[in-house]
């Protein structure tokens, strides 16, 4: 028994094969595209770990959002990073992508 376990060959899932990849493809790029907004915040000056003094602090500095467009058909990847998510930037972003 320890022989079996010493190959890895003591689970049941050890000797099933694998699943073979299951992967969908659309038939014409811009059929579907995927689009993602991720929020980020600005980073105004180096940290305490720096510098040492943790008493300072950066209020106020905000956010950037990093808008992501992917085809699915081709799989071409399109981003932006941009001031805001609202929906007339995010419209934009879209028509830039698709051009």
């Known amino acids: 028994m320890t022989e079996i376990r010493r190959l890895g060959l003591n689970r049941l899932a050890a000797l099933e094969?694998?699943?073979p990849v299951v992967?969908?493809?659309r038939e014409r790029p811009g059929e579907l595209v995927h689009?993602?907004?991720k929020k980020l915040g600005k980073i105004g000056r180096v940290g305490?770990?720096?510098?040492?003094?943790r008493r300072t602090r950066v209020t106020g500095i905000g956010w950037e959002y990093k808008?992501?467009?992917l085809d699915d058909h081709s799989r071409l990847a399109y981003a932006e990073v941009l001031?805001?998510?609202t929906a007339e930037t995010t419209a934009g972003f879209l028509q830039r992508a698709v051009a």
């Open 23 to 25: 992967r969908y493809e």
């Open 48 to 53: 305490h770990r720096i510098h040492g003094n």
């Open 67 to 69: 808008h992501v467009d």
């Open 17 to 19: 094969p694998p699943r």
């Open 35 to 37: 689009l993602d907004i």
């Open 83 to 85: 001031a805001d998510e």
